[in-house]
């Protein structure tokens, strides 16, 4: 089984920055690739991006050039750096661990965290 707690949502003005942490754990975590999601109310789940284990990304146009995926391998740990952040980015984040490929589709993925809250004012 596999545990995935995220952290570090909370509040910002628009054109600010937070920083999300996904620490993953009960298995070992080589190959695996970290999906980031997030969900507005009232929305479906959607694809924020993805780093497979060697570090290649993929982010969905919306986040592209202001949205940061890293992950420390020692660690465990992906984390989710948002620049420049805008009210439409208000939503619960989700990480999300995969076997393989770089899954753009919720389906792809077989652990979920909690999720964190993340909501920007004007």
């Known amino acids: 089984q596999v545990q995935l707690v995220e952290s570090g949502g909370g509040l910002v003005q628009a054109g600010g920055s937070l920083r999300l942490s996904c620490a993953a754990s009960?298995?070992?975590?080589?190959?695996?690739?970290m999906g980031w999601f997030r969900q507005a109310p009232g929305k479906e789940r959607e694809f924020v991006g993805v780093?497979?284990?060697?570090?290649?990304?993929l982010y969905a146009d919306a986040v592209k050039g202001r949205f940061t995926i890293s992950r420390d391998k020692a660690k465990n740990t992906v984390y989710l750096q948002m620049n420049s952040l805008k009210r439409e980015d208000t939503a619960v984040y989700y990480c999300?661990?995969?076997?393989?490929?770089?899954?753009?589709?919720?389906?792809?993925?077989?652990?979920w965290g909690q999720g964190t809250q993340v909501t920007v004012s004007s």
């Open positions: 999300a661990a995969s076997r393989t490929g770089l899954p753009r589709d919720a389906v792809g993925y077989d652990y």
């Open positions: 009960g298995r070992s975590f080589s190959g695996i690739v």
């Open positions: 780093i497979n284990w060697s570090g290649s990304t």
